[in-house]
C-alpha cells in the first residue's frame, strides 16, 4: 500500500491508537534530510523522503489565484525580482501593474524563521481601487474565459500523474475574505480599516473572488484530487462576528463542494483558535482536517487537552509543533514538545507535525527528534 493510500486510509478512519507524523512542507523535509536546497527538491525527492523517514506530507498540485489569470491579460503584469537586503537576508519583491496603478509587495526569508511580508501591497485606502481593479480584470477573466480553468486542469493532471499515486494530492483554495484581507494583499490593520470604511467595496471583491473559487472547483472536478486545503486565520485579529459573518460561510462553500466530489476538506489555521474551537465552530464549517494547534506565543492554545476536545472525534487534528522550536538549536526542546501533543491529544485522531509551512528547512536534528518520540511511544504510523 502506497503512502497516499495508508495516511487517506488513516484520517477516514480517524484511529487515535495511531500517530502519523505528518509535515507541512515536504519540499522542506526532503531537503533537509537529503541536505539539498529547497528550490532543488524534485517530486521523486519527495516521495524517496517519505518512505525513507516514514514521514507523511501531502503535496500541493496546484494553488489558483487571480494571478493565474494574469498570463491571458494584455494590460495587467506582475514582475517579481530576487535580491538580498543590507544585511544579507534573501528578499522577493513584486510588482503588480494594472491601468488604475502599481502596488508592490516584499517578502523576506529569514533563516531561523521563515518567510515573512516586509511591505505589503495594500497599505491604505489609497491603494484600493488598484486592487479592485486588479480583482475585477482577473476574476472577471476566470470567470468569463474557459481556457484560464482548463490551464489549471491541464496542470494539476499533469502534477498529479507526476506523484504516481504514491502521496496524496492537494489543491489549494481561498475563503475570499482571507486572501483579500490577508494572506497576499494587505496586512490585518489595513484589513480592518478597509472593512470598517470601505465595507460594501470589500463585499462586492469577496462575491466576485467566491465565484472564482467555484470555477476552481468545477474546473478540478474528477481531476483525481485527494484533498482541498485552505486557510482562515484565528482570533488573532478576527473577531467572533467577522468570523462568523464571512469566514464560516466561505468555509462552507469549500467543505460542501469537496465533500461532492469524493474529497476531504483540510483547514489551516496558524494563530489563535483556541475559542474558536470552544465555540463549536470547526463543527459548522464540516471540515474533515484542521490544523495547525499552535501554542504561545504562535498561537493561543495553552491546554491542548480541553481544545482537542472541544474540536471533537469527527476532525482529523495535525501539528502542534511550533515552527519555533523545529528552527531553534536544541532538539530537546522539540522532544519535550511532542511529548506533550502525544498526552493532549490523548484520545483524538492527530497527526504529529509542525504548525507552518516554512522556508528555509529545519535542521534534521530537530525532525529526527519528533520522529524518534513518536517512535518511542510505540504508536507511530507509517
Known sequence: MTKRARLLEWIKAGDPSHLPVCMCWGPGVAASYFGKHANEVTTDDQIAAAELTGIFNIVHVHSPLPFTAVPFLSDVAVTEEWDQNPVGVTRLTKTLVTPAGQ?????????????????????????????????????????????????????????????????????????????????????????????????????????????????????????????????????????????????????????????????????????????????????????????????????????????????GLDIVTRGGINVELLYADDPQLVRDRVEQVIAGVACYPHMLGDTNGSDPPYPWANIQALLDVVKASGRLYL
Open 103 to 311: 502596488l508592490k509587495s516584499v517578502q523576506e526569508f529569514l533563516p531561523h524563521s521563515g518567510a515573512y511580508h516586509r511591505e505589503f501591497f495594500v497599505k491604505g485606502p489609497e491603494d484600493l481601487p488598484v486592487l479592485e481593479d486588479f480583482i475585477r480584470r482577473t476574476c472577471n477573466d476566470i470567470i468569463r474565459n474557459p481556457d484560464v480553468a482548463a490551464r489549471v486542469r491541464r496542470e494539476t493532471e499533469a502534477n498529479i500523474a507526476a506523484l504516481h499515486g504514491d502521496m496524496p494530492s492537494a489543491c489549494h483554495v481561498f475563503c475570499a475574505a482571507v486572501e483579500l484581507m490577508s494572506s497576499y494583499y494587505m496586512d490585518q490593520q489595513t484589513a480592518i480599516y478597509l472593512l470598517s470604511d470601505y465595507q460594501e467595496r470589500m463585499e462586492a471583491l469577496m462575491a466576485l473572488h467566491t465565484r472564482t473559487t467555484d470555477v476552481w472547483m468545477d474546473a478540478l472536478a474528477g481531476a483525481g484530487l485527494d484533498i482541498y486545503t485552505f486557510a482562515i486565520n484565528g482570533y488573532e485579529w478576527l473577531s467572533p462576528d467577522l468570523y462568523t459573518r464571512y469566514m464560516i460561510p466561505q468555509a462552507q462553500q469549500i467543505t460542501r463542494r469537496a465533500a461532492e466530489q469524493g474529497a476531504l476538506s483540510w483547514l489551516h489555521t496558524c494563530g489563535k483558535l483556541k475559542h474558536i474551537a470552544a465555540a463549536q465552530m470547526y463543527q459548522q464549517i464540516g471540515v474533515d482536517v484542521l490544523e495547525s494547534l499552535s501554542s504561545p506565543p504562535t498561537g493561543d492554545i495553552d491546554d491542548l487537552a480541553a481544545t482537542r476536545a472541544a474540536i
